[in-house]
């Protein structure tokens, strides 16, 4: 989970899929824009059911 080292655990995921967008398309790193759209648990849903419930945290 990134919860439990957001800034490093981003910042490692934004690395590996820059490297990852620039090695197929030859952009440059400052080409590739990562965003982060944080949903809750509970307003993302797998079928019927929210993912806090799935987590069993619901």
Request: charged residues 25%.
């Amino acid at each position: 989970m990134i919860a439990d080292d957001p800034a490093g655990k981003k910042a490692a995921i934004a690395a590996q899929v820059t490297a990852a967008i620039t090695g197929v398309t030859g952009l440059t790193n400052n080409d590739v824009w990562i965003v982060f759209e944080e949903v809750a648990a509970r307003d993302w849903f797998v079928g019927e059911t929210d993912v806090e419930t799935r987590r069993g945290k619901g």
